[in-house]
C-alpha cells in the first residue's frame, strides 16, 4: 500500500462473548485483536459498539421499577409507547422535538438528536429474569470511556490508535438508519477543510466532513443488526492525521440548527 | 476469511485521469482495476464519486449564460449568494426548505434534501475557459447511471457487482457532511430487517438500515475531498447478499417529513 494506492480495512473481531455488566472491554479488544491476529499499531481504530459499552457500564433499567410521570404518561398515549419506556427517554433527553404514532423523537441529554433517546429494547440479553421488561440506556459518557479505552490499549501495546463508540440513527429526510459515533477519543471527529484548496487551486466548498460519522457508518455495516453479535471493528488505512477530538464536535449547536 | 471473521475492504482504484464529458466510465473504472490487481468479484461494489459523474455527462453549466429570475434574485439578496447560481439551484429543485446567509437548503428535482441542490464550485477544472463562471450540476438519472455501468462491467467481467454514485451531504442535527447514496443498482440501498430476531428472539427494533449510505459514507472517507483525487472506491466483503435496488429507497416520503 501506497499513498497513491490507499486502501480501507475493517475486520470484525471474532470471540467477542456477550457482554455483561463490569466487563472489561479493553482485555476483551485485546483478545478480539489477538484472535484475529491483529497488531495493534499507531494509525488504527477500534469502533465499538454502543450496545456491549452500555452492557459493561450497567445501563440495563427494568421497567418494572419505573413510575411513568403524568408527562410520560400523555407522551405514551399519543405515540402508544409503555409510559414506564417514555419515563426512562424523557430521563434521557433535554427536549422532545417531535412524536406522533410509534415516533418520539428527542434530544438527548449529549446533544444528540435521535429516536426514544437511543433507548433500546432489541438485544438487551437472556441472562435475565423477566428480560422483556428491561431496556438498555446510552452509555454515561461515551467521550469518556473512548478516552479510558485508548489510553488503556496505549500503555498495553504502545500504539496510538483512535477510539469510536457508534450506534444507529435516522435521519430526517432519508430513511434507514446509518451508524453515527457517540464517542471519539484520539481521532478527528470532524475534519476541518476551511482553508484547503481543491484539485484546481480553488478553495473548497465542503469545508467540515463528519469523519468519526464516516468510520462509525462503515463500521455499522460489517457488525449488522440481528442475528449475528460482531460488536468490534478493527479499521486500518484511515488516510488522515489524527489528533485529540470528542463526539461532542458532531453536535450541532441549537442555534445553528434550523430544523428543529 | 471465513463468515466468523468477516472484513470489508475498501480499495481507491489508481491512475484515475481527470474526467471529462463524453469519458467513458466503465472503461475508466476497468483501467483502474487493472492498475490496482483487482480480479471484479461477484459480492463487489464499485462506488462512483457524483463529481466525475457530472463531468462524463457534461453537467457543467456557465454562470455567464444564466439570467436570474426575480426569485433568484430574492433568495440571492437573503443568502448573499451568487444570483445566477441560486438560479441553477432553482432549476435543479422542487422545493425551497430553508434559508438564510450563506445557507440554502433544498428539496432536489430527485428528492434529496441538501444544500444548494448539489450543484458545485470547486474541483470544477482548469480545462475551460473563465472556470470559475462555470458550476457542476448533479448528474441526471444516478440511479439509471449505476444500472447501466453495472450491466457493462457485467458484460466485460461476468461479475454481478453493486454500483453506487456517492456525495457529500450536511445533516440537519449533526454538523460535518457524510457520504450518502445518489444512485444505486443491483445492491440493497435499503436493508429491510422487519420481521428478523434479535440475538435473543426478540423482533428488532431497528427494522430498516440504510445500507448503501452506510457504503457511500465509508467511501466518501477514502475518496477525500482536496489534493487528492480518489474518485472510484472498490469495495468487498459486504456481508449481505445483493438484489436490484435504487437511490429512491433511501428518499423519506415528504407526508413521512416531519423536519421539514
Request: proline share 5%.
Amino acid at each position: 500500500m501506497s499513498s497513491n494506492f490507499p486502501q480501507l480495512t475493517l475486520t470484525a473481531l471474532p470471540g467477542i462473548p456477550l457482554v455483561q455488566e463490569g466487563d472489561d472491554l479493553a482485555a476483551l479488544i485485546l483478545a478480539g485483536l489477538k484472535a484475529a491476529q491483529i497488531t495493534l499499531t499507531s494509525g488504527d481504530v477500534l469502533v465499538i459498539a454502543q450496545k456491549i459499552v452500555s452492557k459493561a457500564e450497567g445501563r440495563l433499567l427494568n421497567l418494572a421499577e419505573v413510575t411513568p410521570s403524568a408527562q410520560a404518561a400523555e407522551l405514551a398515549a399519543i405515540t402508544e409507547k409503555d409510559p414506564r419506556f417514555v419515563e426512562v427517554v424523557l430521563s434521557e433527553s433535554k427536549e422532545v422535538l417531535r412524536m406522533r404514532l410509534n415516533t418520539l423523537i428527542v434530544e438527548h441529554r449529549l446533544g444528540f438528536v435521535c429516536a426514544n433517546a437511543g433507548v433500546d429494547r432489541s438485544n438487551i440479553g437472556p441472562q435475565l429474569e423477566g428480560e422483556a421488561e428491561y431496556v438498555l440506556c446510552l452509555p454515561l459518557n461515551p467521550d469518556q470511556t473512548c478516552h479510558t479505552l485508548r489510553e488503556r490499549l496505549q500503555s498495553d501495546t504502545g500504539a496510538d490508535v483512535g477510539v469510536i463508540i457508534n450506534d444507529s440513527h435516522g435521519r430526517a429526510w432519508r430513511t434507514g438508519t446509518v451508524g453515527v459515533a457517540l464517542g471519539v477519543a484520539g481521532f478527528p471527529a470532524l475534519l476541518d477543510m476551511r482553508g484547503h484548496l481543491d484539485l484546481f487551486d480553488y478553495t473548497l466548498q465542503i469545508t467540515q466532513i463528519g469523519l468519526a460519522d464516516e468510520l462509525a457508518a462503515a463500521a455499522s455495516l460489517l457488525m449488522g443488526q440481528a442475528d449475528e453479535g460482531r460488536p468490534i471493528i478493527h479499521v486500518r488505512g484511515v488516510p488522515y492525521p489524527f489528533r485529540e477530538g470528542n463526539a461532542q464536535e458532531l453536535v450541532r449547536p441549537k442555534e445553528m440548527d434550523l430544523f428543529r
